[in-house]
């Protein structure tokens, strides 16, 4: 029998209620980026009103790994090796295109070990929102240095690390990724205006979300750290996403002040601009701002770069309509002739 609170919460259109796009209790430590991105992951959803069945949850191995865990526990997923996430999920999503893939990996898993396979799903733009949880460091294994770790930076027990960061965002332009975006988990409007807008993207969206380690990398010096993030976060632009189902009506905005990139499916990221002059569809632009963010060692988040032109994974392969997993017995298997035929041609 319901309980008073489950009669009276508010429910989405599906008739769920945000409790429903919950998970299992986190087992990360107190204070830790990663719930609060798990937070905005189960927002989003009941907001969006996304049937839990329609997503499937992907991850590696790490501490970030373990989020999906910690979010719609009626949705399927799949905790792959590590590094290799992103070679299971471009078979899950070309298995069936209409599923909405939620991956989450972190530094150390799409940085190193799975670079190779990050950049190839970037490249051939499997559907899906890429999520790094990014904190500079192997959490799960006790606190070694990462691939995104900052150059000089020390740490107790890993000592100095030598050398320079990888940009996980320019690495995901350079692959040709059409949706590429920075965040801070301490920041939940915009990662939530992110992840919206992410789960409408055509193709691959890569979300460098930057996590603190509250246990071994969130000291003042760390670009990781909470207080670096807070006290340095540079915002490109602020962000608001407007569903398709929603009228979409523009305010009176000054000139140059205001821009909207239209998603395939008719849903819209409005950005209202704060550094006047940045043009987030200009690959050369996105790339020469992050260079420069890495020389002076600012933390600039938002909608990094966008093209919506390039088609995905599946639609190259065309299967807009067909559903692979779908396929019947007889539609998979030839006829007992024709395999007679093939082995008589061999004789």
């Given at each position: 029998?319901?309980t008073?609170?489950?009669r ?7 008739g769920?209620?945000?409790?429903d ?5 986190s087992t990360?430590?107190?204070?830790c ?5 798990s ?11 996304i ?10 191995i790490g501490c970030?790994s ?24 471009s078979?899950a ?12 990996s972190?530094?150390?898993?799409t940085?190193?070990?799975g670079?190779?396979q990050?950049k190839?799903?970037?490249r051939?733009?499997v ?6 949880e990014?904190?500079g ?10 691939a995104?770790?900052d ?7 890993a000592?100095?690390?030598y050398?320079?960061?990888?940009d996980?965002c ?15 988990s301490g920041?939940p409007?915009?990662?939530?205006a992110?992840?919206s807008?992410a789960l409408?993207?055509?193709g691959?969206?890569?979300l ?5 380690c509250?246990?071994?990398n969130?000291?003042d010096?760390?670009?990781?750290s ?30 140059g002040?205001?821009?909207e990139?239209?998603?395939?499916d ?8 704060l ?7 200009n ?7 992050l ?10 988040t938002?909608?990094?770069y ?8 599946a ?7 067909q559903v ?13 002739a024709?395999?007679?035929?093939i082995?008589?041609?061999?004789m």
């Amino acid at each position: 029998m319901a309980t008073q609170t489950q009669r009276t919460a508010k429910t989405n259109s599906l008739g769920l209620t945000q409790a429903d796009y919950k998970g299992r209790p986190s087992t990360l430590c107190a204070g830790c980026g990663h719930d609060s991105i798990s937070s905005q992951i189960i927002s989003v959803a009941y907001e969006l009103n996304i049937r839990p069945n329609e997503i499937i949850k992907l991850s590696g191995i790490g501490c970030s790994s373990k989020s999906p865990a910690y979010f719609l526990g009626m949705s399927h997923g799949f905790n792959a090796l590590h590094g290799r996430m992103p070679s299971v999920a471009s078979g899950a999503l070309m298995g069936n295109h209409t599923l909405r893939g939620i991956g989450v990996s972190g530094d150390g898993d799409t940085g190193s070990i799975g670079m190779g396979q990050f950049k190839h799903l970037c490249r051939r733009n499997v559907r899906m929102v890429y999520i790094v949880e990014n904190n500079g460091v192997y959490g799960l294994t006790k606190g070694q240095f990462s691939a995104t770790a900052d150059e000089g930076q020390k740490l107790k027990y890993a000592g100095t690390n030598y050398f320079p960061p990888m940009d996980l965002c320019a690495e995901a332009i350079q692959a040709g990724c059409g949706f590429v975006a920075r965040s801070f988990s301490g920041d939940p409007k915009q990662v939530r205006a992110l992840l919206s807008a992410a789960l409408n993207h055509r193709g691959t969206a890569v979300l460098d979300i930057i996590s603190p380690c509250v246990t071994f990398n969130n000291h003042d010096e760390s670009t990781k750290s909470y207080s670096y993030g807070k006290e340095h976060e540079i915002q490109l632009h602020e962000l608001d996403f407007v569903p398709k189902q929603e009228e979409i009506i523009i305010e009176d905005y000054a000139p140059g002040e205001s821009k909207e990139i239209a998603l395939h499916d008719g849903s819209v990221i409005r950005l209202h601009k704060l550094e006047a002059e940045y043009d987030p569809t200009n690959r050369i632009e996105a790339l020469s701002r992050l260079y420069q963010a890495e020389q002076k060692r600012e933390f600039i988040t938002g909608l990094i770069y966008f093209n919506g032109d390039r088609p995905s994974f599946a639609e190259v392969n065309g299967l807009e309509q067909q559903v692979l997993s779908h396929l019947t017995d007889e539609q998979l298997r030839p006829p007992a002739a024709a395999l007679s035929e093939i082995m008589e041609s061999m004789m």
